[in-house]
């Protein structure tokens, strides 16, 4: 089959396109996983990281080349010789759209493995296009948007032209007791039109969302949610300015003593390094960990209350719901208007630089063509 593979990490230029790739057989086909005909992947940020090699020891493939892209959408041609016959939801002929469970890896080429865990089948109006999109955001838009509670009616989203940002203001803005929906991105008109209707946009190269709009000062936010990066340290310096000048209305949140919360799920850096498990540990335990538990305690009366949350929960019934929602019209796909992207060595290699970017608008997707 033809597949991208990457030879080795750290550049783009390690990326091409080779026509003689074995394709997988039913025997290799694990339990619980399904050999789809790809017609579309979408990339993530998890994508550039794998190939940087800068997370290698605990995201690294097992050995070079290596397939990458682990969100698409296709159609069931093999079930392998393993697979219970329980599940009744998947037949051979099938079109599914999956997200990447063993790691964001296999899915650009011709035939891929996807895991049932975290696959559905995809409505027969819903584009390929956009159902690998859905996998691969609104999946964790919709889990991120099942933690905004009743009380929660003025949210704002950093980072909010991204795929998983551009799926998660759609979910707000479905949620009848959410007011008031404000994003933070480079392009805010994008932001103010549909599919996102946001209430209110700014573009953070030329305004200052914490400290440049009086009006969230005198009506703060009930939430932030962080998909950007550096939000947290931000806030913990005006807080201590605040305190310094007895100036407690100064902040955009409201503190964790009146309700307010901070909700991310990035590192305070987008491009981190992770070389063991200590350094993971640390990362995405010990310091959310002191930050959850300081922002409730002693700085509970100036700090919103800290989360961190991953949203890649392996729940099929969450990639159900969203394509449910695709197919009745109450979700639409944000696919960057820069693609799809061609299935050649220059199509990925441009694809894989727009993601690598951080200036997406909406996700990254590359179409393949079938042979003839």
């Known amino acids: 089959m033809r597949a991208i593979q990457i030879s080795d990490y750290g550049s783009i230029l390690n990326l091409h396109l080779q026509t003689d790739v074995p394709k997988p057989t039913t025997i290799e086909i694990p ?143 479905l949620n009848p007791t959410v007011e008031y929906v404000a994003g933070v991105s480079q392009n805010p008109k994008r932001l103010l039109t549909e599919p996102l209707n946001c209430d209110y946009a700014v573009d953070y190269t030329t305004t200052d969302p914490f400290t440049d709009v009086p009006e969230w000062k005198e009506n703060p936010f009930d939430v932030v949610i962080d998909l950007a990066s550096g939000s947290w340290p931000k806030l913990m310096e005006l807080s201590s300015q605040s305190t310094k000048k007895n100036e407690t209305k100064s902040m955009i949140v409201k503190s964790a003593s009146e309700g307010g919360r901070f909700l991310t799920q990035t590192a305070d850096e987008a491009n981190y390094e992770l070389h063991g498990i200590w350094a993971a540990l640390k990362l995405f335990l010990f310091t959310p960990l002191a930050r959850a538990v300081g922002s409730r305690l002693w700085k509970r009366k100036i700090l919103p209350a800290y989360s961190f949350t991953m949203n890649l929960d392996a729940d099929r019934n969450i990639m159900t719901e969203v394509l449910k929602l695709a197919s009745e019209g109450k979700l639409k796909s944000c696919v960057d208007d820069r693609g799809p992207f061609a299935f050649t060595t220059d199509g990925v290699r441009e694809a894989f630089r727009l993601q690598e970017s951080r200036h997406v608008n909406g996700k990254v997707v590359i179409r393949l063509q079938k042979t003839e």
């Open 31 to 173: 339990k619980d996983h399904l050999l789809i005909e790809t017609e579309t992947v979408a990339l993530a940020p998890g994508d550039c990281r794998v190939l940087s090699g800068k997370t290698k020891e605990l995201q690294g493939p097992p050995s070079f080349p290596y397939i990458p892209g682990g969100d698409c959408c296709g159609t069931i041609v093999d079930m392998g010789s393993t697979n219970t016959k329980d599940d009744t939801t998947f037949k051979i002929g099938y079109r599914v759209a999956a997200r990447f469970v063993d790691g964001p890896r296999g899915a650009l080429g011709e035939y891929a493995m996807v895991s049932t865990k975290m696959c559905d089948v995809v409505p027969t109006n819903v584009d390929s296009t956009d159902a690998a999109a859905l996998a691969s955001s609104a999946t964790c838009a919709l889990q991120l948007s099942k933690r905004i509670r009743s009380t929660d009616k003025r949210i704002l989203v950093l980072g909010a032209g991204g795929g998983v940002g551009s799926h998660l203001i759609q979910f707000l803005k």
